[in-house]
């Protein structure tokens, strides 16, 4: 039977009805008064229980929102949310953001297919369900974690704005991440052959990585204007997390700095040619395949064979973890740090994790 019930901080009544599969689902009546938002209720089961086409029961809910209230009834497809949500985002975020939050909308929509024209209330739990069973098979636990998590924003976001009742992904657990490869740090032996075999503008990013522990992403974006040699400080804004970051020039990396071609315009990047790919691109996809052809050609990870395009995984099948990539280098700034005797807190602040339990992940 069906019922209304009202949720704290919100005027509007909101219908509880059985759809014909047995699942309880809820859908707001954007109707303030109880007894007009009961009738909308019963109809809405009505409605549900009947053996009708989604398009045919979306008519029939609206006439009937229409009849009973005098007003049209607020229509929100699926995919016209996540495309009004995606846009929002594109002023709100930074490029790689937004880049990110892209490919998750499109992935979730091509899945759903039809369905997307559907009301974004009939999103249940079930469909989550089913959609994190089906790239399981696909793409690696660590992936479908994050579409979860990204799936579990965007609801949220359509609840706090009154589109659905619930957030149907917050009973979706992520999955268990097993037999994950462990990240290791560099050793500064590796590091050396690395760095015999590397051209100069890798050399600089390789040791700026060391010194810094900063990310390949934030390394490749350094322009002149981050530098501050009269206070022997490197300052930049993370793009993974908008942190602000200023951290002191170890001596042997201000030596480094002091040996780059400078000229005049402060927007010149430390790094063209990396500054290039990512700006590009707006991915870090290109430098982390050239890091990795440096690492197999020191004999620190198997060479990898060059395949069709139809021959191997693809862009979004499954990735092989490598136990150490360009990212190690955090791994190696936090350990060396600790191990030297700086307060764990510097050391955290430096690298900028935030947390002291992440700080500790990386230290070995």
């Given amino acids: 039977m069906a019922s209304v019930r009202k949720k704290q901080k919100s005027r509007y009544w909101f219908a509880c009805f059985t759809l014909a599969s047995g699942e309880r689902v809820q859908r707001s009546t954007r109707e303030t008064d109880r007894k007009m938002a009961q009738k909308l209720a019963d109809k809405f089961e009505d409605v549900a229980r009947r053996q009708v ?36 985002k594109k002023l709100e975020t930074a490029r790689s953001t937004y880049v990110f939050y892209s490919s998750k909308t499109r992935r979730f929509l091509d899945w759903l297919g039809e369905r997307t024209a559907r009301e974004l209330f009939s999103i ?25 998590k990204f799936l579990r924003m965007v609801f949220e976001d359509a609840k706090r704005e009154g589109n659905v009742s619930d957030n149907p992904v917050d009973p979706v657990r992520l999955m268990k991440r097993s037999g994950l490869t462990a990240r290791r740090p560099f050793t500064l032996a590796e590091i050396k052959r690395l760095l015999a075999v590397a051209d100069p503008e890798w050399q600089s990013l390789i040791t700026f990585g060391l010194y ?11 322009t002149w204007a981050n530098v501050d040699l009269q206070h022997d400080e490197l300052r930049l804004f993370t793009s993974k997390t908008g ?25 010149q990047p430390l790094h063209p040619r990396a500054f290039g790919s990512v700006e590009k691109s707006q991915k870090v996809g290109t430098l982390s395949r050239q890091f990795y052809e440096l690492m197999a050609k020191v004999g620190l990870a198997p060479a990898k064979k060059h395949r069709k ?5 693809g862009r979004d099948g499954r990735r092989n973890i490598s136990e150490i990539s360009f ?27 935030e947390s002291a339990a992440i700080s500790a992940n990386y230290t070995h």
Avoid: C
């Fill in 53 to 88: 086409t989604a398009r045919q029961a979306q008519r029939m809910i609206a006439e009937t929102f229409q009849r009973v209230t005098g007003n049209l009834l607020p229509s929100t497809s699926i995919r016209s949310y996540f495309e009004a949500w995606l846009e929002r």
């Fill in 124 to 148: 249940s739990s079930t469909d989550i369900l089913a959609f994190r069973t089906s790239e399981a098979e696909r793409v690696s636990p660590s992936t479908v974690n994050h579409e979860i």
């Fill in 212 to 222: 810094t522990g900063q990310r390949l992403g934030d390394l490749a974006r350094l």
């Fill in 243 to 267: 942190r602000r970051q200023i951290i002191p020039l170890a001596p042997p990396l201000r030596r480094h700095v002091e040996t780059l071609p400078a000229g005049n315009n402060p927007s």
């Fill in 309 to 313: 395009a139809t021959e191997g995984a």
């Fill in 327 to 353: 990212h190690a280098l955090r791994h190696t700034a936090t350990s060396l740090m600790k191990n030297a005797g700086v307060s764990a807190a510097i050391v955290q602040d430096i690298i900028g994790h």
